[in-house]
């Protein structure tokens, strides 16, 4: 009623390029307060269908002029745009919903799933072949301290500066590794053709360069590791259980140190 013939045309000529349209075009919302009534928004819905084969050699043509178009965006374009803006958030937010499952979310490291995933993964792709595989497991010393002593903000600090270390130690030892918190001040590193040699060289600079970290707070504090490598044929079940018994000896023989199984 309020666009006439020709603008609706318009809109519609589009799809005149592609097939033949015929249908009922309405655009517009009305918004009525009290005894006013506005025209609220512009609206297109567009319900498609085709029989046969798509013409290929149907000619691709311009409805508007460049004149025409500095002066109206016409609803096809505006209808694109959306969509194409309503993809990409979607997409985007789907990549976060995507990372935030597998993530852990105060240190940004990957969750007990994750990295229990990847581990067991990592078992299975290593069954048929002599890859090495390590792993290194390491628990903060007296952590419990740290919250009853400085609050568990200071808590959280030392936590979030321990994935820290752990991410930089591995760019500093230039070693591709995947790691994850494994529960409370426990987490994990997954070293794939790494063998334990080096995976123990690995421990090392990590209790090194956490013990010279200093927090606000709560000062140096330590850790223990254990570290084990993979053994042909076994389950990713008993190797996790290995690089946790490593880690136990490592905290009954004293802590802050690292102890290989």
């Known amino acids: 009623?309020?666009?006439?013939?020709?603008?609706?045309?318009?809109?519609?000529?589009?799809?005149?390029?592609?097939?033949?349209?015929?249908?009922?075009?309405?655009?517009?919302?009305?918004?009525?307060?009290?005894?006013?009534?506005?025209?609220?928004?512009?609206?297109?819905?567009?319900?498609?269908?085709?029989?046969g084969d798509i013409d290929e050699d149907r000619e691709v043509y311009h409805m508007l002029s460049e004149e025409e178009k500095s002066g109206k965006i016409n609803m096809i374009k505006r209808l694109t745009t959306f969509i194409n803006a309503a993809t990409a958030e979607m997409e985007e937010a789907n990549r976060k919903l995507e990372i935030a499952a597998i993530s852990d979310a105060m240190t940004k490291l990957f969750n007990r799933g994750e990295i229990q995933r990847r581990i067991s993964a990592c078992v299975r792709d290593n069954a048929d072949n002599d890859e090495k595989m390590s792993l290194i497991m390491m628990d903060l010393d007296d952590f419990k301290k740290v919250n009853d002593t400085y609050g568990h903000k200071e808590g959280d600090n030392v936590l979030i500066g321990l994935a820290n270390v752990l991410r930089d130690t591995l760019k500093q030892c230039e070693v591709e590794g995947d790691i994850g918190r494994w529960g409370g001040e426990e987490f994990m590193i997954l070293l794939p053709q790494i063998a334990v040699d080096k995976a123990s060289e690995i421990a090392e600079n990590l209790l090194k360069n956490f013990s010279d970290k200093e927090f606000p707070l709560a000062g140096h504090q330590t850790m223990s590791l254990g570290v084990t490598e993979y053994i042909n044929g076994e389950k990713s079940d008993s190797l996790t259980m290995r690089v946790d018994a490593a880690l136990y000896d490592a905290k009954a023989g004293g802590k802050n140190r690292v102890v290989v199984r």
Do not use: C, K
Not at 13 to 34: C, D, H, K, Q
């Open 1 to 51: 009623m309020y666009w006439g013939p020709e603008d609706v045309g318009r809109e519609t000529m589009p799809f005149e390029a592609i097939a033949p349209t015929v249908g009922f075009f309405t655009s517009g919302e009305f918004l009525r307060t009290g005894e006013f009534v506005n025209q609220h928004n512009v609206t297109l819905v567009v319900a498609a269908m085709r029989e």
